[in-house]
């Protein structure tokens, strides 16, 4: 929609113009500022904007006037019918289209080492990638998914003297002492066991037989994870292994040394990061001749570009934000631009019950589970919730709020919206196909208003994707359900002269919630 205003304004003229939205819709629904011309053109930039307003008279599109040096546009409701008509026919489509990249982009989310359950400091990145990768999708953008496996390295060796150590202690009666760190958890027991039922007692007790042991523990975790992710209604393409990307090191570093990025000093390899913005050269290869975990990851890079992809969207817990720059350095030394890989650090969760700290998870030791949370208050709450504000910044709410059915509760408050809408329908003994083809020629101001911030879905779509700001749909969904409800409140539409116009104006909002809801990864209600 917001793409034919553009094209109508350029018929008319010849030089770039930034459109607007006045917070007043009762004003216009698009407003383009005249002051940037005012020194090229030698006018004042309320001559310009009477000057410009007049070429659009006889605009099929909107109705265009000038004020204090502003062209604004009111659509006109033939147009916007024109779109309702359109979604309503089409609603697979509702909101598709506007892609801008042109890149053929790999998503890397979550990527927690597979030594536990998820627990709530994984679950905001999730929640996030897996809806932006759904609304990019969504608008035509070139998107692949993708988890990182850690299962390489000290903690996966840890993983399973964890396992070996409780079974002695809860199997065997023997008594053991826990190293400082170590996993712990009820997920340990069925592991434990189910390790005992296939590898028999003396695997608890062989040290050579650990690292087999942590391998078979790994992959029990990583089935739970899946299915904790699952449980939130996030599902990744492709799951890459850590361990299977230390064959490639040699290719990587011989990339690395054509591009005269590494040297060797005190028998290691060093990466010459220090020269392109970290703040000290880093190793990445021992003594020993094993790839360090900085070596791990800039394989797994250098593979994601050989992989094709254009740009490389990793989201990252704040906690690593220190390891951008050495990321990005080797990128550099690898002789690709740094630039295309994007780092978004996703900021803590600070989670109250009635005022309180959320209590940590007796099942988990000193973590609050992701399954704890969706069992609490529901996958669509968290998930609303968890997109509420942008990733980058910090993050409280209390789950009880999220259990009120009233107003305060901004999920339920928008499913509302939409059961209310069927339940309209229902009481009309209508269809959305009995109203799709009725015109709109009686709606109000504030109806047509409505109607446009209905249709403007995937401007807000757009935006959420190209500035990595999802919260902006949130934003949305909970200005047009309270849009809606005041117009409803207001209103008298069943039985009333334009009925079929006002049901019609609904269906369009109640798409555009299921759409939004949709690409948020949460089922818009029916009934409440």
Same mark, same amino acid.
């Given at each position: 929609?917001?793409?034919?205003?553009?094209?109508?304004?350029?018929?008319?003229?010849?030089?770039?113009?930034?459109?607007?939205?006045?917070? =007043?819709?009762?004003?216009?629904?698009?407003?383009?500022?005249?002051?940037?011309?005012?020194?090229?053109?030698?006018?004042?930039?309320?001559?310009?904007?009477?000057?410009?307003?007049?070429?659009?008279?006889?605009?099929?599109?909107?109705?265009?006037?000038?004020?204090?040096?502003?062209?604004?546009?009111?659509?006109?409701?033939?147009?916007?019918?024109?779109?309702? @008509?359109? @979604?309503?026919?089409?609603?697979?489509?509702?909101?598709?289209?506007?892609?801008?990249?042109?890149?053929? %982009?790999?998503?890397?989310?979550?990527?927690?080492?597979?030594?536990?359950?998820?627990?709530?400091?994984?679950?905001?990145?999730?929640?996030?990638?897996?809806?932006?990768?759904?609304?990019?999708?969504?608008?035509?953008? /070139? %998107?692949?998914?993708?988890? !990182?496996?850690?299962?390489?390295?000290?903690?996966?060796?840890?993983?399973?003297?964890?396992?070996?150590?409780?079974?002695?202690?809860?199997?065997?009666?023997?008594?053991?002492?826990?190293?400082?760190?170590?996993?712990?958890?009820? $997920?340990?027991?069925?592991?434990?066991?189910?390790?005992?039922?296939?590898? &028999? #007692?003396?695997?608890? $007790?062989?040290?050579?037989?650990?690292?087999?042991?942590?391998?078979?523990?790994?992959?029990?975790?990583?089935?739970?994870?899946?299915?904790?992710?699952?449980?939130?209604?996030?599902? %990744?393409?492709?799951?890459?292994?850590?361990?299977? !990307?230390?064959?490639?090191?040699?290719?990587?570093?011989?990339?690395?040394?054509?591009?005269?990025?590494?040297?060797?000093?005190?028998?290691? %390899?060093?990466?010459? @990061? @220090?020269?392109?913005?970290?703040?000290?050269?880093?190793?990445?290869?021992?003594?020993?001749?094993? &790839?360090? $975990?900085?070596? +791990?990851?800039?394989?797994?890079? =250098?593979? #994601?570009?050989?992989? &094709?992809?254009?740009?490389?969207?990793?989201?990252?817990?704040?906690?690593?934000? +220190?390891?951008?720059?050495?990321?990005?350095?080797?990128?550099?030394?690898?002789?690709?631009?740094?630039?295309?890989?994007?780092?978004?650090?996703?900021?803590?969760?600070?989670?109250?019950?009635?005022?309180?700290?959320?209590?940590?998870?007796?099942?988990?030791?000193?973590?609050?589970?992701?399954? =704890?949370?969706?069992?609490?208050?529901? !996958?669509?709450?968290?998930?609303?919730?968890?997109?509420?504000?942008?990733?980058?910044?910090?993050?409280?709410?209390?789950?009880?709020?999220?259990?009120?059915?009233?107003?305060?509760?901004?999920?339920?408050?928008?499913?509302?919206?939409?059961?209310?809408?069927?339940?309209?329908?229902?009481?009309? &003994?209508?269809?959305?196909?009995?109203?799709?083809?009725?015109?709109?020629?009686?709606?109000?101001? =504030?109806?047509?208003?409505?109607?446009?911030?209905?249709?403007?879905?995937?401007?807000?779509?757009?935006?959420?994707?190209?500035?990595?700001?999802?919260?902006?749909?949130?934003? $949305?969904? #909970?200005?047009?359900?309270?849009?809606?409800?005041?117009? !409803? /409140?207001?209103?008298?539409?069943?039985?009333?002269?334009?009925?079929?116009?006002?049901? #019609?104006?609904?269906?369009?909002?109640?798409?555009?919630?299921?759409?939004?809801?949709?690409?948020?990864?949460?089922?818009?209600?029916?009934?409440?």
């Amino acid at each position: 929609m917001k793409k034919s205003v553009i094209n109508e304004i350029k018929g008319a003229v010849d030089f770039d113009f930034a459109l607007e939205k006045p917070k =007043d819709k009762g004003l216009a629904h698009y407003a383009m500022p005249a002051f940037s011309l005012a020194k090229q053109l030698k006018k004042s930039p309320v001559a310009i904007a009477a000057e410009l307003a007049s070429k659009f008279e006889n605009s099929e599109v909107f109705e265009a006037t000038a004020l204090n040096g502003y062209i604004n546009f009111k659509l006109k409701p033939a147009f916007l019918d024109k779109f309702a @008509s359109a @979604s309503l026919a089409n609603p697979s489509e509702f909101a598709k289209g506007g892609a801008t990249s042109g890149e053929k %982009i790999l998503l890397e989310y979550v990527s927690a080492n597979p030594t536990g359950p998820l627990h709530i400091g994984h679950v905001r990145g999730a929640v996030f990638g897996d809806t932006l990768a759904r609304v990019g999708l969504h608008i035509g953008e /070139n %998107i692949a998914t993708e988890y !990182y496996i850690n299962d390489a390295g000290n903690q996966i060796e840890l993983l399973g003297t964890s396992i070996s150590l409780w079974a002695r202690e809860n199997l065997f009666g023997q008594s053991v002492a826990y190293p400082e760190k170590f996993y712990r958890g009820d $997920y340990i027991e069925p592991i434990a066991k189910e390790a005992l039922e296939k590898f &028999g #007692k003396e695997i608890f $007790y062989d040290e050579s037989r650990n690292l087999e042991l942590a391998e078979f523990g790994k992959d029990r975790v990583l089935v739970l994870i899946k299915q904790n992710l699952a449980d939130a209604q996030i599902f %990744i393409e492709n799951w890459a292994s850590e361990k299977s !990307y230390y064959d490639k090191l040699p290719l990587t570093l011989e990339r690395l040394k054509s591009e005269n990025g590494i040297y060797e000093s005190e028998g290691k %390899i060093w990466l010459k @990061s @220090s020269e392109v913005g970290d703040e000290k050269d880093r190793v990445i290869v021992r003594e020993d001749g094993r &790839g360090t $975990y900085l070596a +791990g990851d800039v394989v797994y890079h =250098d593979d #994601k570009f050989r992989r &094709g992809f254009d740009r490389c969207i990793n989201i990252w817990g704040a906690d690593h934000h +220190g390891y951008i720059a050495r990321m990005k350095a080797a990128l550099h030394l690898l002789g690709y631009d740094e630039n295309r890989l994007e780092i978004i650090l996703s900021q803590m969760v600070s989670l109250l019950k009635d005022g309180e700290a959320y209590k940590m998870s007796k099942r988990a030791g000193n973590v609050v589970l992701m399954s =704890d949370v969706v069992e609490e208050i529901g !996958y669509e709450a968290l998930r609303f919730i968890f997109l509420s504000k942008r990733c980058d910044t910090h993050l409280e709410f209390d789950v009880d709020e999220l259990k009120r059915e009233d107003s305060s509760n901004p999920i339920f408050y928008i499913n509302y919206a939409h059961a209310r809408i069927n339940q309209i329908f229902a009481k009309a &003994g209508k269809s959305v196909v009995d109203v799709a083809g009725v015109k709109f020629e009686n709606l109000s101001e =504030d109806g047509k208003n409505l109607l446009f911030e209905a249709l403007t879905l995937n401007d807000i779509l757009v935006d959420s994707f190209n500035t990595r700001a999802v919260n902006k749909i949130c934003d $949305y969904l #909970k200005s047009l359900a309270a849009n809606f409800h005041k117009f !409803y /409140n207001e209103n008298r539409v069943v039985g009333s002269e334009n009925e079929d116009e006002l049901l #019609k104006l609904f269906a369009v909002v109640a798409l555009s919630i299921k759409t939004a809801l949709g690409l948020m990864g949460i089922a818009a209600k029916d009934k409440m």
